[in-house]
């Protein structure tokens, strides 16, 4: 099975294939566009931008608008549902959700996301917009939504409709409650053995809830945007914490479900004085890390020996596996 991966970044998407020297470009577009994210499916490839949402039915070799219902068009991130590969998420600045149960055809808003937005004051401190929505997971009819500035979102419903997880009070304004989520939240991954552990890389540190987010406890208290949780074993994880916003950026690595904590940096020079780990994917038996400067890092599993990958793009902001 060929490895392929498609790479969002400042000037376009590109799909590229490994082979045995490395990651080689067989396709490219949306030239001179800034890609923010990127998803993919057997159908079809979803890449989001300033502008809304493009999609490819031929692997990359064409693409075309998808905004249908999209009323915000700054999409900060996309994701399909892992069981159903017609239904897809857009999250935006500002804060709010859209869903496409055809395949990116048409997308309707879920209003319960902007009436949040609106009565608790979420915000950006970049920004004069009111949040964003960054971040997706499922398990199931069971889903999660990060927002920066604003909480934790949970579905029921498979994505249909959202409200706050109980343990998110969706106030950014307010005193961090015992056992409930820093407001600042980065990405959300849930745990494939059950649809209540749930893991929120946040403004105040990594936290973790047993219980679909009903309670929270911190992991490790720092700034951080991402981390990736063994499928086969919660207690292993991978981890980019920093000291603060792009200060001090860092890889460590706890397997005792983050009692202990080791650095995991080999091949790297951490920490970073001005950038972090963004996100963290697993392509295959590798983890890949986008960083805060879109540059991007590759490691295998078992090692965690980092090195550069597609050292010739700049500003990469997101990448997605394509199975075939």
Known sequence: MRKRLFVANSDGIGLFERGTDG?????????????????????????????????????????QAANEGLAERHVRWLAYHLDDPWLAFVG???????????????????????????????????SPRAGCVRGFDFHGSRGYAAVEQGGLLRSDDGGQSWRLAPGSTGDPHAPLLDSHVHSDVHSVGVHPST??????PTGGGLYASEDGGETWTRL??????????????????????????????????????GETWEDAS???????????????????????????????????????????????????????????
């Open 195 to 200: 649809a209540d552990l749930v893991f929120a």
């Open 23 to 63: 990651w080689r470009e067989v396709a490219r577009g949306l030239e001179g566009r800034g890609v923010t994210s990127v998803t993919a499916s057997k159908y079809a490839v979803l890449a989001g931008t300033r502008d809304g949402v493009f999609v490819s039915r031929d692997e990359g070799a064409s693409w």
């Open 92 to 126: 935006t600045e500002p804060a709010a959700i859209f869903v496409s149960e055809d395949g990116a055809e048409s997308w309707y808003e879920c209003p319960t996301v902007a009436e949040l937005r609106d009565a608790n004051g979420w915000y950006l401190p970049y």
């Open 220 to 257: 490790y208290e720092c700034y951080c945007r991402a981390v990736w949780v063994d499928p086969d074993d919660p207690d292993h994880m991978v981890f980019g914490p920093a000291d603060g916003v792009d200060s001090n950026g860092r890889i460590e690595m706890t397997r005792d479900g």
């Open 266 to 324: 080999e091949g790297l020079d951490t920490p970073w004085a001005e950038h972090m780990v963004g996100r963290i994917d697993q392509v295959g038996d590798e983890l890949m890390a986008v960083l805060s400067n879109g540059e991007v890092i590759a490691a295998p599993v078992d090692t965690l020996v980092w090195r550069r990958v597609f050292p010739e793009l700049t500003g990469v902001a997101a990448v997605a596996s394509l199975r075939g």
